[in-house]
């Protein structure tokens, strides 16, 4: 089974830009992944679905501030001109027998 | 756009069964595939499975013991069941929808267990 791991916590200030990672463990490079993103007290909302490639395809309504990126075992979310509404926890998903999200990214917007 | 809204007790006594009820509006649930996910206070999200519109399931291996997932075509709607609950399930639990990666979550709805 893959295993997604994301760093904890993650910073940047209002109207800058900032650059999630979901790295996927050894022999897994190659999956698909969907990233989410969970506001404080609401439930989780799909984003995105990201390949391999680095190509992707977002959810309904999704700001273009939002944009998906690939390199090897590595799957970004970028986030640019950082809105308040955008601090919340980032979770990155992907299947294989299972279903299997990442710890998450706790990303607070200074 | 489809919807997803999750019933049931938000109380349940240890050692009973857990029972949910997700009602999907807005698109059929004969196609693709309908999830069960959880979330423990301030934890992270724990797939608990899966059910395809024809009936083939697919269950987390350290839940799958005491679940059981089910869908009513007819009502379209699907079911969660787990038994033999202690407080490690107290949870917001989500239904959702997905094609390969889930794309569609419902509210969520908290269930405590505690006698």
């Known amino acids: 089974q893959p295993v997604l791991t994301q760093s904890s916590s993650a910073s940047a200030s209002l109207g800058s830009s900032v650059k999630l990672t979901c790295t996927l463990s050894?022999?897994?490079?190659?999956?698909?992944i969907a990233w989410h993103q969970q506001q404080p007290g609401k439930a989780p909302r799909y984003l995105m679905k990201?390949?391999?490639?680095?190509?992707?395809i977002k959810g309904s309504g999704l700001p273009d501030r939002f944009s998906g990126s690939s390199s090897g075992a590595d799957r970004y979310l970028t986030i640019s001109n950082l809105q308040f509404e955008d601090e919340a926890d980032y979770y990155c998903?992907?299947?294989?027998?299972?279903?299997?999200f990442g710890g998450g990214t706790k990303l607070t917007v200074l | 756009q489809v919807q997803l809204q999750e019933s049931g007790p938000g109380l349940v006594k240890p050692s009973e069964t857990l029972s949910l009820t997700c009602t999907v509006s807005?698109?059929?649930?004969?196609?693709?595939?309908w999830s069960w996910i959880r979330q423990p206070p301030g934890k992270g999200l724990e797939w608990i499975g899966h059910?395809?519109?024809?009936?083939?399931?697919s269950y987390n291996p350290s839940l799958k013991s005491r679940v059981t997932i089910s869908v009513d075509t007819s009502k379209n709607q699907f079911s969660l069941k787990l038994t033999s609950v202690t407080a490690a399930d107290t949870a917001v639990y989500y239904c959702?929808?997905?094609?390969?990666?889930?794309?569609?979550w419902g509210q969520g709805t908290l269930v405590t267990v505690s006698s």
């Open positions: 807005g698109g059929s649930i004969s196609s693709l595939y």
């Open positions: 998903e992907t299947w294989d027998t299972s279903i299997v």
């Open positions: 959702a929808r997905g094609a390969s990666v889930t794309d569609s």
């Open positions: 990201l390949e391999g490639s680095g190509s992707y």
């Open positions: 050894s022999g897994h490079s190659t999956y698909i």
């Open positions: 059910i395809y519109y024809s009936g083939s399931t």
